[in-house]
């Protein structure tokens, strides 16, 4: 039963050497389409925060840690704010960063090849002032020390866009340039009459000033009006008693005005990235606020510069589905197959007509070759002298049987048994040929006499 299996089942040594090259050619082109096509997320990214105790900086770390549970390091990278990081990612010095509203327009985002990942949280005006110096209407800061920050932040522009609605010119104040927290020390000392902060209520500083004595925050009671007036403004309510509701801090609601920041980054950021920054947005800022409801945030709205496509199909059908039961990385590779299956599609089907001819070839020609050794016998009995022929049938003959027995040896497949015997009837038939030519030539009969 053994020799009979042996000589039934298909040959699986020939199709490894017929079909390997073929297997080799479409695993290559299958690596390489996964590696250019579609590469591999990156192992790190670069994220562009703000100044030193700013909310800017707080969430980046809050990313950071997300990200590194999936094994990605998120380098956070200090700057002085919202203008300066748009600078560093125009650059290419940093792939995301925090950007606050009316920074930038969207043709001018297009330019330089960035795109929004959503608008995360408001970032209200506040100015702070020394008790005594606080104005009802901004027009009356003519005159005093007022620090607007660096002009790599977004608050000196902002700022001057606020004085412009007032009629107020910026050289009619003393705008200073000092960043966050000396500033702070100097309103708290009393070398400036009053600071200007955009941020989330979350950074420090804020928390700080809302809390000490002799330190006012300034409302903005034509908060709806600015709105209009600059659309990238919105107007949120500081709830009195959201400070601390035991000493009712503060002691009424304050209307303020604020931007929105937003996750900006490079247009080539890798689009797996772009679904993780984003579920890592929705589980920062997806909760209730000071000025936020559950769920407002993070948004597709408030932003002027373009979504790109990933993020704007996570806030209309949430994660990808892979994303919501398995690992990052796990889930990435699934959806990257897709790659895999256009190019096996695309060698698969023409060189799937190829392997069976060639596989084949390769069983026929163990016994092809053998059809060339018969030819050499009968083109050596055919140049055999006369004299000689006897000697040269009798090789002949030892040849064939020699050839015969390696015949006898070959092991090939069921279906190709047909051409075994058929070489073997050839072996026979030649051999004939050659005994043929070993026996003596008839003697002739002699001719008749006369009588």
């Known amino acids: 039963m053994g020799r009979v299996r042996k000589f039934t089942q298909f040959s699986l040594r020939d199709l490894v050497a017929t079909a390997g090259p073929t297997v080799g050619l479409i695993a290559a082109a299958c690596l390489l389409a996964y590696l250019l096509v579609d590469p591999s997320p990156p192992r790190s990214a670069r994220l562009a925060t703000g100044q030193e105790n700013s909310a800017y900086e ?7 840690a997300k990200l590194k549970k999936e094994g990605i390091t998120l380098t956070l990278v200090r700057s002085l704010g919202s203008a300066h990081n748009l600078q560093l990612l125009r650059e290419g010095k ?6 606050q509203s009316g920074s930038t327009d969207q043709a001018e985002s297009e330019r330089a090849g960035l795109v929004s990942l959503g608008s995360l949280f408001t970032e209200p005006v506040w100015l702070f002032m020394r008790e005594g110096a606080a104005p009802a209407q901004l027009s009356e800061l003519k005159g005093k020390g007022v620090n607007v920050g660096p002009e790599g932040t977004g608050v000196p522009k902002l700022f001057r866009a606020v004085l412009a609605a007032n009629g107020v010119e910026p050289d009619e104040l003393r705008l200073g340039a000092l960043e966050n927290t000396p500033a702070t020390m100097a309103l708290v000392g009393g070398a400036i009459d009053g600071l200007v902060f955009s941020s989330a209520p979350e950074e420090p500083l804020i928390q700080m000033l809302l809390r000490t004595p002799g330190i006012r925050l300034v409302d903005f009671p034509q908060a709806e009006a600015y709105t209009r007036r600059l659309p990238f403004l919105s107007h949120v309510v500081l709830p009195r008693g959201i400070v601390d509701l035991a000493s009712d801090n503060p002691s009424r609601d304050h209307r303020l005005i604020a931007p929105t920041a937003t996750m900006v980054a490079r247009e080539d950021l890798h689009p797996a990235l772009v679904d993780l920054l984003v579920q890592a947005a929705s589980q920062i800022h997806g909760g209730t ?3 936020q409801q559950q769920g407002q945030f993070p948004s597709a709205r408030y932003t002027e510069i373009a979504v790109a496509r990933e993020a704007a199909k996570f806030y209309k059908d949430g994660p990808p589905l892979l994303q919501r039961y398995m690992s990052f990385w796990l889930a990435n590779f ?5 790659v895999l299956v256009v190019a096996l599609g695309a060698l698969l089907i023409p060189l799937s007509r190829v392997v ?3 596989y084949v070839w390769r069983i026929r020609s163990r016994l092809y070759r053998w059809y060339g050794q018969l030819r050499v016998v009968e083109q050596e009995l055919a140049e055999a002298p006369a004299q000689r022929r006897a000697e040269i049938c009798g090789a002949l003959l030892a040849r064939l049987d020699e050839i015969e027995g390696l015949v006898n040896q070959i092991s090939i497949p069921l279906p190709f048994a047909d051409a075994l015997y058929s070489l073997r009837s050839h072996i026979q038939f030649v051999r004939q040929r050659v005994l043929a030519a070993m026996a003596p030539a008839p003697e002739s009969a002699p001719a008749p006499g006369p009588e």
Do not use: C, S, T
């Open 94 to 99: 940093v792939d995301i960063a925090f950007v």
């Open 334 to 338: 699934f959806d990257r197959m897709w």
């Open 58 to 64: 707080e969430f980046g770390k809050q990313y950071a």
């Open 356 to 358: 069976p001819p060639l």
């Open 289 to 291: 606020g000071w000025f």
